[in-house]
């Protein structure tokens, strides 16, 4: 047990060591932030209040306000009835005697409120937009739409306009990439009656080509080191064939039904009847081209295919019969070559292998076994082209876009 004394020792000296700690974070160096807010006319405003984080200031007669601060990030945000601030808000950083002006517009009480755009929204240049808003009665009359970027105004979008409450407004090319654009609705008899959305963020919008060559190459890994199980002594890849096309249209899909042609496709390596589906979604409007390629004999190898995709007819749909098997087959549905609007430069997708749902065989060379109802398409998650249960790959298509070469 612990003598009296021995005990107060020992609560002294925690308490002394809790002041020794709320001391270093207490004398930490303070920065003074200061300024003037005064009005368009240069006069100054008072009893504006500053908001700094969790500290609130409050300006004197003078428009002036000062505070203390410690290192660090802060938004600084004035506000008082009936005026509305440029800019709205200032963020800062920290590090030494900083000085932040505001200027107040001061109104009277009638209101422009901006329906549209809203604060946050994100546009693109070249895209066409309506700007509308609501007024006061008493505002009758025409308008003025301005833009500005981080407070600081850059254009008239439209002037002395007074067909209505809302104006049509393609985005200039001009424009530069930020996301802290305003735009301001103003009533040009009194210029400080306006309304204000803030934080509008502007990006250049990039068009692809209309067209694009590319070039696909097919490359089969499957062979008895790959895929030892029962592997057959003739592996090979039925001719490459498929369709470019626009996202309406669909030739397979995982989940869904075999067409006719995917059927004969799967399970005979047959290009029609899928090519005259691909000609009537071309007489449609819902394809591009058809594609038809080489096939690979023997397993593994590799072929290659080129074609051209349109801006309107970027997906690119192709499949090769699994040969010998019952209704097995590798290939893609839908993929898209435009990503980011732009053309891809180069796409890697691995081939697994799918069941057509036609046939019931299990094994390569097992005979034929039509089903009366068929089943939906699925990955082949066992046999030979599993490990442990985890489907792999029988191989891969890469599509690399092509530079094209223009003619003198």
């Not at 300006?59 to 601030?85: A, C, E, H, R």
């Not at 009533?187 to 204000?196: A, D, H, L, M, V």
């Not at 003739?234 to 006719?260: C, M, Q, R, T, Y």
Request: with cysteine; aromatic share 10%; proline share 5%.
């Amino acid at each position: 047990m612990l003598k009296k004394n021995n005990l107060m020792f020992v609560i002294l000296t925690v308490m002394l060591s809790g002041c020794i700690f709320n001391g270093d974070e207490n004398d930490k160096e303070l920065y003074t932030i200061s300024g003037t807010i005064l009005s368009e006319n240069n006069e100054e405003i008072p009893e504006v209040t500053i908001s700094v984080g969790s500290q609130i200031i409050t300006t004197d007669v003078s428009g002036y306000y000062s505070i203390d601060l410690q290192q660090g990030t802060y938004t600084i945000i004035p506000s008082k009835t009936n005026v509305t601030f440029l800019p709205e808000r200032k963020e800062i950083t920290v590090n030494a005697d900083i000085m932040v002006d505001f200027v107040g517009i001061e109104k009277d009480g009638t209101t422009i409120t901006i329906t549209n755009p809203i604060s946050g929204d994100s546009l693109n240049t070249g895209e066409k937009i309506t700007i509308s808003w609501n007024a006061n009665a008493s505002l009758a009359g025409k308008y003025d739409i301005l833009l500005f970027l981080n407070g600081s105004y850059l254009f008239n979008i439209v002037s002395d306009y007074s067909q209505s409450t809302s104006y049509m407004w393609i985005l200039p090319s001009i424009i530069t990439a930020n996301s802290n654009y305003s735009i301001r609705v103003r009533y040009t008899e009194n210029t400080s009656i306006y309304g204000e959305v803030t934080n509008i963020k502007i990006s250049p919008k990039y068009e692809p080509a209309e067209t694009a060559q590319y070039k696909v190459i097919f490359t089969s890994i499957w062979s008895s080191d790959t895929h030892p199980l029962d592997f057959p002594s003739n592996p090979h890849f039925s001719g490459l064939i498929g369709a470019v096309h626009n996202d309406n249209s669909s030739l397979w899909e995982v989940g869904g039904l075999s067409s006719p042609g995917i059927k004969r496709m799967a399970e005979a390596g047959a290009k029609d009847p899928l090519s005259s589906e691909v000609e009537t979604m071309i007489n449609n409007g819902d394809a591009y081209t058809l594609l038809s390629g080489h096939g690979i004999t023997p397993s593994p190898g590799s072929v290659s295919l080129n074609f051209t995709v349109h801006i309107y007819y970027s997906r690119v749909t192709l499949v090769s019969m699994v040969a010998p098997s019952p209704d097995w087959f590798i290939g893609v549905s839908g993929l898209n070559l435009v990503e980011n609007n732009d053309w891809v430069s180069e796409k890697h997708v691995e081939l697994y292998v799918y069941d057509a749902g036609t046939d019931a065989g299990e094994t390569f060379t097992t005979e034929d076994q039509p089903i009366e109802s068929p089943e939906k398409i699925k990955i082949l998650n066992e046999y030979a082209f599993t490990n442990n249960g985890t489907a792999i790959p029988a191989g891969y298509f890469t599509f690399i876009r092509q530079q094209e070469v223009k003619e003198n």
